[in-house]
């Protein structure tokens, strides 16, 4: 220990088959962050990429696929496995994320753990731990201390180290590294990518160069609707929203210079009464979600976007297998 300043359906080896030939002293590999809810994994990850892969809000369990995101450089590749938060679930969906997390841990070469510097480590971090520190197999561990930018001092960043640390011999571990990181003051951020390239296995890149995230682009899209959609609503529904999206396509009939990309999709609640909170008064709450996810998938696809956005209810969807399935979890 050193103190320093995917789907179910897209197997994480699925990149591994036939990859591109490996240079001398090339490394590449697999790292996932784990962490409690609000820990700070999405927007780590977006840091370290340097694009958005990963939607981020305050909200708990935002989070809901395993979202790679992808490092590329001349000496090695990164891919990173954000994850869902690890949480006590209330639903089958909540079930279903823990199992997706857990399924991660035995595939990847480095397990990330998340544990915010402003936050005491609690009982959630050690049984998420001590969960890890169980497996037959496990990834070399690296403790992330986030969100540095808002620790009240350096005593509590030293404090917060100083635990960190405690929990080897607490719980058995042994950390590689101990790393605090701001995603947002961007400090230690080029030292963690450096560490985390280190510690992978000699191999292939598995991706090509450019290339950030291999989510699609619809995914994408849905993420970035219901990213706005959490931040509308703030406290009062955020765990019951799900986007899908019923038919994309370039319109036609349309110049070449002058694209229009047409987007019908669903903002999906689970109640009745969730409806109107959607909506707002007079349905303007909807069309400020739909004006400013219109602008965001504008930026992401570089093509003007129209953006036909309803409310559904699907009833108890996050309890529900078949909806579950239908839903893509």
């Known amino acids: 220990m050193t103190p320093t300043s995917p789907s179910p359906q897209d197997p994480l080896n699925s990149h591994r088959d036939e990859p591109n030939p490996p240079t001398n002293g090339h490394r590449s590999g697999f790292a996932c962050f784990v962490g409690r809810p609000n820990a700070g994994k999405s927007t780590l990850t977006n840091a370290l990429v340097g694009e958005k892969v990963a939607i981020a809000s305050d909200k708990p369990q935002t989070t ?19 994850t869902p938060g690890v949480h006590r679930p209330r639903t089958l969906l909540g079930e279903r994320l823990n199992q997706l997390v857990y399924d991660t841990w035995s595939e990847v070469d480095i397990i990330g753990v998340c544990l915010p510097c402003p936050e005491r480590i609690g009982p959630g971090d050690r049984y998420l731990i001590g ?27 030293t404090r917060h180290l100083l635990d960190i640390q405690s929990l080897e011999s607490e719980l058995g571990i042994t950390w590689s590294e101990i790393v605090p990181v701001s995603a947002t003051s961007g400090e230690n951020l080029v030292l963690l990518r ?20 291999d989510q699609p682009t619809e995914t994408l899209i849905t993420e970035l609707i219901r990213e706005v959609a959490l931040a509308e609503v703030r406290q009062e529904l955020p765990h019951s929203i799900v986007v899908t999206i019923d038919e994309m396509g370039l319109r036609p ?13 669903n903002l ?6 969730q409806k109107p909170i959607i909506l707002g008064r007079q349905a303007a709450r909807l069309k400020l979600i739909g004006t400013e996810a219109r602008a965001r998938i ?3 696809v570089g093509t003007p976007v129209h953006l036909d956005l309803k409310v559904k209810v699907e009833k108890e969807w996050q309890r529900n297998p078949k909806a579950l399935n239908r839903l893509g979890f």
């Not at 995101?69 to 990164?78: A, E, P, W, Y």
């Not at 070449?256 to 999709?265: C, G, H, Q, T, V």
């Not at 999906?268 to 009464?273: F, P, Q, T, Y």
């Open 194 to 213: 450096d560490l985390l390239i280190n510690h992978l296995p000699e191999g292939p890149a598995y991706y090509p160069d450019g290339e950030v995230t």
């Open 131 to 157: 969960e890890i520190a169980a497996l037959s197999h496990r990834p070399t561990l690296v403790a992330l201390a986030t969100k540095l930018d808002l620790a009240s001092s350096k005593d509590q960043v």
């Open 64 to 82: 809901r696929h395993i979202v790679r995101g992808i490092v590329t450089r001349s000496d090695g590749q990164l891919v990173i496995m954000d």
């Open 253 to 265: 009939d349309r110049a070449p210079d002058k694209p229009l990309l047409d987007i019908y999709a």
């Open 268 to 273: 999906i609640v689970e109640r009745d009464s």
């Open 298 to 300: 504008t930026r992401l």
